[in-house]
C-alpha cells in the first residue's frame, strides 16, 4: 500500500467531549500537510421524517467537533459532513481517498481493514516526545518508519526506528534494524533503538515518553484481522498510535464495486 499524498484527513467522530483528543490529532495533521480535515459523524437511523431530531443531534455532534478543531489549530480548514451509515463501514469506504483516518476509540475493524493509515488517539497528549516507529520486518515495516520520519519532519521533532528482541536474540533485532534502515532509504535522520522484553508490553512502556508511535496492524505471518502486538498498542498506549497497513488492499475489505457513501451537507431544519 502507497501512502496517499494527497486526499482530506478524515476524523470519524461519536462524541466530541470523548473524541476531543483525537479531534485536535486530526487538525494538527491537517494543518502540518496542508489537507482539509474531513470531520465526519456516521448516522446509522433511517432517512424518513420521523429521524429529524436525531439528524439535528447528528449535525450538533459534528458543529462542535469543528469548532474544537477550529479553536485548537487556528487556520485548520475544517468541514463537517454526516454520512449515513454504519462507523466502520463509512470509515473504511471514506479511507480509500483519504491521506489519514483519525478516531477516538479503538475501532479494530477500521484499524484492520482501512485503505490508508488510522490514527487512534485516546487521551489528550502534547505532541512532544519522539515518533517511534515499532518495526518487526513486515511489509508494513518499512511503510511505518517512513510515516514515521515524516511525521518528526513535519513537527520538528526525533524519529526512532524501534525493534523489541527476546532476551538473547538481540543479534537479530539488530538485524532487522538494519535491513528495514537500508530498505527505507527515504528516511533519514532516524535513530535505531534496540528494546529487549515483551513486545507489546515494551512498546506500551515506551509509548510513555513518546510524542507518537507507529506500527503495522498485523506482524510478520500477516495472519488475522488484527496482531496481538497491535491489539495490545491499540488498547493501552499512552500516546497516539498509528497503524499503517504493507499489503495492496486490506484484508477482507468490501468488494470492488461497492458504493461509495453519500456525503450529506450539515442541515438544521
Known amino acids: ?4 499524498s494527497d486526499g482530506p484527513v478524515v476524523l470519524g467522530v461519536g462524541d466530541p467531549a470523548t473524541d476531543a483528543a483525537a479531534v485536535r490529532l ?12 474531513q470531520v ?3 448516522f446509522a437511523g433511517p432517512g424518513d421524517a420521523g429521524w429529524g431530531p436525531a439528524r439535528r443531534v447528528a449535525s450538533l455532534v459534528v458543529d462542535e ?5 477550529q479553536r485548537s489549530t487556528p487556520g485548520v480548514d475544517a468541514r463537517g459532513q454526516l454520512v449515513d451509515g454504519p462507523p466502520g463501514r463509512v470509515l473504511l469506504r471514506l479511507s480509500r481517498g483519504a491521506v489519514l483516518v483519525v478516531v477516538g476509540g479503538p475501532l479494530i475493524e477500521v484499524v484492520a481493514r482501512a485503505w490508508c493509515p488510522v490514527a487512534v488517539a485516546r487521551v489528550h497528549r502534547t505532541p ?7 518495526v518487526d520486518g513486515s511489509p508494513s ?7 514515521a520520519a515524516e511525521a518528526a519532519g513535519r513537527r520538528g521533532g526525533a524519529a526512532h526506528v524501534v525493534h523489541v528482541a527476546e532476551p538473547g536474540r538481540e543479534s537479530d533485532g539488530e538485524r532487522v534494524l538494519d535491513d528495514v534502515l537500508a530498505r527505507a532509504s527515504r528516511a533519514t535522520a532516524v535513530r535505531p533503538l534496540l528494546l529487549i522484553g515483551s513486545p507489546g508490553a ?15 496492524p498485523r506482524g510478520v505471518t500477516a495472519s488475522g484481522r488484527l496482531g496481538t502486538i497491535a491489539r495490545e498498542v491499540l488498547h493501552s ?16 475489505f468490501v468488494k470492488p464495486g461497492d458504493a461509495v457513501p453519500v456525503l450529506l451537507p450539515l442541515t438544521h431544519t
Open 1 to 4: 500500500m502507497q501512502i496517499p
Open 26 to 37: 486530526a487538525a494538527r495533521e491537517a494543518a502540518s500537510r496542508g489537507r482539509v480535515l
Open 40 to 42: 465526519v459523524h456516521a
Open 65 to 69: 467537533a469543528v469548532s474544537i478543531a
Open 128 to 134: 512532544s516526545g519522539p515518533v517511534l516507529a515499532a
Open 141 to 147: 515495516s518499512v511503510l511505518a518508519l517512513r510515516f
Open 202 to 216: 515494551t512498546l506500551v512502556r515506551a509509548s510513555r515518553k513518546a510524542g507518537m508511535i507507529v506500527l503495522g
Open 237 to 252: 498506549a499512552a500516546c497516539p498510535a498509528v497503524f499503517v497497513h504493507g499489503a495492496s488492499r486490506p484484508a477482507g
